[in-house]
C-alpha cells in the first residue's frame, strides 16, 4: 500500500518537473544554440574575457567616477596625453604642446585625421565642451573637483548662480578654450608640475560636441556611444556583461591586437576566481585573499603582484588625551610590527609603510619614497620610553583603555587584533575593538568621535601631494584634529612651487613633520594581486589604474 | 468576496503607505549620506549633488515629491547611477529574480512536501530519520556555503555545469538548488509535524474503519488538511524567493533585484531603499492576500467575509 503512494507520489512530482523543465528548455534553447554557434564562429577572433566586478554607475567621461565606470572607458576613449607601458606620460589625442613661462598656460596641437566612431572629425571644441559640462553644477559630477585645476573651474562649478546668463559668464571664464579645430588653449588656476600626468586621467577625456550637444545621455547606450579610442563599445547589458570590440579607425591599430574584450560583472571575488580556474575568465582580480596567500606561497606562475597608489593606516585623534601627545602616537606606532601583519595577516603581498606616500611616484631622480627613505623603526624597546615620557609630560600615570575604530571588514578586523595583541604585549595596553559599518565610520572620523581609526588612502594622481595635502589643518580629509603651522607652509609652497627640485625638497620636509609628528601611524602599502593566463601579453598595470590591455594580445 | 477584495485593497493602500513614511524617515534618520567617501569630497560638488537630487530640500517637501512621484509609479533616480533608474533596477531585475525564485519555489515544494509526507508516514522509522536529518542539515548550512561547495565540485572539478553568470538553463540549476535548499528544508519540518498530528486525528481513524484505501486516506483526508499550515507559510516564502536573494545573486554573477535590498542600505542610495521597501511590500501583501483566498478552496469551512471572521 505504502509503496504504490509512494509510487504514484514520486510519478506525480517526476511528471511535473518533466513538464517545467520541458517548459523551460523550450523557452533557453534558442538562446542556447544562438550562443553555440556564435561561440564557433568566434572562435578564431582574439577574445580577451575580463571581470568588471560591478555596473559601471556612467560610461560618460564626465561622470565617471571610479574603477568600475573607468576601465571600460581607458579602453574606448584616449585623452590629450596617455601613460606609456613604462609610466611616462606621452602623447595621445595631442601631438605637440607649449607650457608658458609661469607654467599656467599650455597650448595643445591636436593630432591630424582623428575621427569620432560616429565619423565626425575630433576637434579642440570637444575637450572645451567636454570639461566645461563636467565642471556645469547642474551635472553634479562628483569627480569635477579632478577639473579644478583649470583656472575659474571651480568659481563655475561651486557657484550656485540660477541665473541662466550669469552662469554663462562663469562658464566662459573656465581656462579651456579651442583657439581653432586642431588648437586648443588651457590655461590652470596655479601652476601644476603633474598637469600633463592628469590629462592621461578619464576625467579630461573629450566628448563628442556634436553628440554631447544632441543626445546628453548619449553614453547611457551601447548603440549611442561615440568614442576615439583603440576599441568601440557595442554591447552592455546592465548587471551582466559589457562587450568592446577593436576600432578599425583608430590612429594606432595596428598596434591593437585584440579584436574584442568582454566584461562580465561579477561581484564575488570567489565566484570570479572559480571562473578563472575554469577558464571562463583570462584574469582574475581582485582574489579572495586565502588565494592571494596560497599562490604567493607557491610562487605560481600566473601570479602577479601588480603595483597600487595607496596606502592604509590608523588615525590618531589628536584632540583626545593623551592622543594629543607626539611621543605616546609615536609609541604606538613603533611597536606596530609591519613586517608581520604584510606577512602572516594581510597576506597580499603589501608592503610595511614608514611614510605616508607610497612608492611608484617620481621624484625628481628616482623614486620619491626610496629617496625619503624609512622615516622611522619597529622598536618596542625605545617604543615603551617615549610612552613613558609622554605619559608623564601629561600629568597620566597610566596609558587609558582605549577602542580601535574601524569599518566592518574581515581584513580589517584581523589586522586591528594583531596590533591589539602588539599593544598588549610589548606597552601592556588594553585596547578594545568596535566594527560600524563604512558610512558610520567615515561620520564619526568627520566628527572626531574616535581614538584611532582604521582608514586608506588611493591616490587621485601620481604626486605625493595627493597624500600629503590630506594632512593640512584646512584639509576637510584630515580628521585627526592636527595643526602644525610649518607643515602647512609647507604645503602650500609646494603648491605654488614651478622648480621641480626645490618643489620636491618641501614635499620630502613635510613627509618628515608629518612622521616625526605622527597623526596617523602609516601600517602598509597597498597592492593590486591578480592572476593572468598565460596567453594574455603586453599588459601593463599603471600604478593607478586597472591592468590596461589596450596594446594586449592573445597567444596560444 | 467582492466586499471582502475591496476592503483588502484598502488595507493594503493603508500599509503600504505607512511602509512608505517609516521608511522614508528612518533611513534619513540613520547616519551617513549618499555621497560619502573615503576622503572629503569638496563643499561645491557635494552641494551640486545634492541639489541635483533634491536632496538639499526640507524633509517634509522631499517626502510629498516622493509620494507624487510614486503615484505615478516613478520610483525616482538611483543616487550611484546615471545610467539605471531605480524603475529599470526593478524591471530589469524582477523578471531575473522571479524566475530563478520560481524554479527554487518548484524545488522546494516539491522536495519539502515529499519528505515532509514520507516523514510522517514512517513516523520514528529510518525514512523519518534520513528525512530529519536533511531537513537539519537544509536549515543549518547557509545558502553561501551550499553555493561555493556547488561551485567548486560540480562546476570546476567535474565540469558538469557553468560556474556562474545568467546565460542558460544550465546557468540557472546551482543558483536554483542553492536558494531551494533552506525552504525546502523548512517545508519539510512543518509538513512533517502537520501531518501527524492530522493523522491522529478521529476522522482518519473513521476512514480506515471505513475501509479506505491507505492512499485516499493520506491523498484526501490527510494532505489536504495537513497542507494548510504550509500554505500560511507559501506566502512569504514565495515572496523571499521571488524578490531575490543577495547571497546567491551575487554569488552566481545573477542581474536579480536581490543586491537592491543590501547595496541600497549600504550606499545610503535613498530612492533604491524605498524602492526595494514599497516594492516587497507590494509582492507581500499581494501573496498573502492569495494565500488568505486559497483557503477557501481548499478548506470549505473557512469563508471569506468583508466583516469580523
Not at chain 1, 608623564?392 to 589586522?415: C, R, W
Not at chain 2, 536529518?133 to 553561501?144: K, R
Request: charged fraction near 20%; hydrophobic fraction near 40%.
Amino acid at each position: 500500500m505504502k509503496k504504490r503512494l509512494l509510487a504514484s507520489l514520486l510519478g506525480a512530482v517526476m511528471l511535473l518537473s518533466v513538464g517545467m523543465t520541458g517548459c523551460g528548455q523550450k523557452a533557453t534553447e534558442n538562446t542556447g544554440t544562438a550562443q553555440q554557434t556564435a561561440e564557433q564562429t568566434a572562435a578564431t577572433p582574439k577574445i580577451l574575457r575580463l571581470n568588471n566586478q560591478s555596473e559601471p554607475g556612467s560610461l560618460h567621461p564626465g561622470k565617471a567616477q571610479g574603477t568600475h565606470d573607468s576601465w571600460l572607458i581607458e579602453h574606448v576613449m584616449e585623452g590629450l596625453t596617455k601613460k606609456s607601458p613604462e609610466g611616462k606620460v606621452v602623447e595621445g589625442m595631442a601631438t605637440a604642446w607649449t607650457v608658458s613661462e609661469d607654467g599656467t598656460v599650455y597650448t595643445f596641437t591636436l593630432r591630424d585625421g582623428v575621427k569620432w566612431s560616429n565619423g565626425d572629425p575630433m576637434v579642440a571644441k570637444d575637450f572645451e565642451i567636454a570639461w566645461k559640462y563636467l565642471l556645469n553644477p547642474k551635472t553634479a559630477s562628483e569627480y569635477a573637483y579632478q577639473c579644478y585645476y583649470l583656472a575659474n573651474g571651480e568659481a563655475f562649478n561651486a557657484s550656485t548662480e540660477t541665473d541662466d546668463a550669469k552662469l554663462k559668464e562663469l562658464e566662459d571664464a573656465v581656462g579651456v578654450k579651442a583657439l581653432d579645430e586642431k588648437t586648443l588653449e588651457v590655461r590652470l588656476e596655479a601652476p601644476t608640475p603633474y598637469f600633463l600626468e592628469l590629462l592621461s586621467f578619464y576625467t579630461y577625456y573629450p566628448v563628442n560636441h556634436k553628440v554631447q550637444e544632441a543626445n546628453p545621455d548619449w553614453a547611457n547606450d551601447a548603440s549611442t556611444y561615440v568614442s576615439n579610442g583603440p576599441f568601440i563599445f557595442t554591447e552592455w547589458k546592465h548587471k551582466e556583461s559589457m562587450k568592446i570590440v577593436k576600432n578599425e579607425e583608430y590612429y594606432d591599430k595596428d598596434k591593437v591586437k585584440l579584436n574584442e574584450i568582454h566584461f562580465a560583472m561579477i561581484e564575488d571575488e570567489n565566484t570570479a576566481w572559480q571562473m578563472y580556474r575554469n577558464d571562463e575568465l583570462d584574469m582574475a582580480y581582485p582574489l579572495p585573499q586565502d588565494v592571494t596567500a596560497q599562490l604567493s606561497a607557491q610562487k605560481d606562475p600566473e601570479f602577479v603582484i601588480g603595483a597600487e597608489l595607496a596606502t592604509y593606516f590608523y588615525r590618531f585623534n589628536t584632540t583626545k588625551k593623551p592622543f594629543n601627545n607626539v611621543n605616546v602616537r609615536r609609541a604606538l606606532s613603533m611597536t606596530i610590527d609591519r613586517k608581520t601583519i604584510v606577512e602572516s595577516v594581510a597576506q597580499g603581498g603589501q608592503t610595511p609603510a614608514y611614510t605616508l606616500t607610497p612608492y611608484g611616484i617620481a621624484d625628481v631622480s628616482g623614486d620619491f619614497t626610496q629617496n625619503t627613505g624609512e622615516l622611522f623603526k619597529y622598536d618596542p624597546t625605545e617604543a615603551q620610553k617615549l610612552l613613558a615620557q609622554g605619559l608623564q609630560e601629561e600629568g597620566m600615570d597610566k596609558m587609558p583603555n582605549f577602542v580601535i575604530l574601524y569599518n566592518t571588514s574581515e581584513g580589517h578586523k584581523k589586522i586591528a587584533e594583531a596590533i591589539q595583541e602588539m599593544w598588549r604585549k610589548d606597552l601592556g595596553i588594553q585596547v578594545t575593538l568596535e566594527n560600524v559599518e563604512f558610512q558610520i565610520k567615515l561620520d564619526r572620523e568627520d566628527k572626531l568621535d574616535f581614538e584611532v581609526a582604521r582608514s586608506g588612502w588611493v591616490g587621485d594622481y601620481v604626486d605625493p601631494m595627493t597624500f600629503l595635502d590630506m594632512f593640512e589643518s584646512t584639509s576637510q580629509q584630515n580628521d585627526t584634529g592636527w595643526v602644525n603651522a610649518e607643515y602647512d607652509a609647507l604645503i602650500r609652497a609646494a603648491k605654488a612651487n614651478l622648480d621641480l627640485a626645490s618643489r620636491s625638497q618641501q614635499l620630502h620636509d613635510a613627509e618628515k613633520i608629518l612622521m616625526s609628528e605622527m597623526p596617523i601611524a602609516p601600517i602598509y602599502f597597498y597592492t593590486a594581486p591578480y592572476t593572468l593566463k598565460p596567453y594574455v601579453k603586453d599588459s601593463y598595470k599603471p600604478i593607478n589604474r586597472y591592468t590596461q590591455f589596450q596594446y594586449a594580445d592573445i597567444v596560444k | 468576496m467582492l466586499k471582502y477584495i475591496g476592503k483588502r485593497l484598502v488595507l493594503a493602500i493603508l500599509t503600504l503607505w505607512v511602509v512608505i513614511t517609516v521608511t522614508f524617515f528612518l533611513m534619513h534618520a540613520i547616519p551617513g549620506n549618499p555621497f560619502a567617501k573615503e576622503g572629503t569630497m569638496p563643499q561645491g560638488v557635494y552641494e551640486n549633488l545634492q541639489r541635483y537630487y533634491n536632496l538639499d530640500k526640507p524633509l517634509h517637501v522631499q517626502y510629498v515629491m516622493y509620494l507624487k512621484a510614486l503615484m505615478r509609479l516613478d520610483f525616482g533616480p538611483s543616487l550611484k547611477s546615471s545610467v539605471i533608474t531605480v524603475n529599470d533596477y526593478i524591471k530589469n531585475g524582477f523578471p531575473v529574480s522571479l524566475h530563478l525564485g520560481l524554479q527554487a519555489l518548484a524545488i522546494a515544494l516539491t522536495f519539502g512536501l515529499i519528505l515532509g509526507v514520507i516523514a510522517a508516514l514512517n513516523h520514528n522509522k529510518w525514512p523519518d530519520y534520513v528525512s530529519m536529518i536533511v531537513a537539519i542539515v537544509g536549515i543549518s548550512v547557509p545558502s553561501f556555503i551550499l553555493a561555493t561547495v556547488l561551485i567548486n565540485f560540480v562546476a570546476v572539478e567535474w565540469k558538469l555545469l557553468p560556474v556562474a553568470t545568467w546565460k542558460t538553463w544550465k546557468h540557472t540549476v546551482l543558483p536554483s538548488i542553492s536558494l531551494a535548499m533552506m525552504p525546502t528544508a523548512y517545508i519539510a519540518r512543518l509538513m512533517r509535524s502537520s501531518m501527524l498530528e492530522v493523522l491522529g486525528q478521529d476522522y482518519i481513524k473513521t476512514a480506515k474503519a471505513k475501509g479506505l484505501s491507505q492512499s485516499v486516506i493520506v491523498i484526501k483526508h490527510a494532505i489536504r488538511n495537513a497542507i494548510l499550515p504550509v500554505v500560511t507559510v507559501m506566502g512569504i516564502v514565495t515572496a523571499n524567493l521571488v524578490t531575490g536573494s543577495f547571497v546567491i545573486e551575487r554569488i552566481f554573477g545573477i542581474p536579480g533585484m536581490g543586491e537592491m535590498f543590501v547595496k541600497g542600505i549600504f550606499n545610503r542610495d535613498y530612492p533604491v531603499i524605498l524602492g526595494s521597501a514599497v516594492f516587497y511590500s507590494g509582492i507581500l501583501i499581494f501573496l498573502i492576500f492569495i494565500v488568505d483566498i486559497s483557503y477557501s478552496f481548499i478548506d470549505p469551512r473557512i469563508k471569506l467575509t468583508g466583516g469580523g471572521k
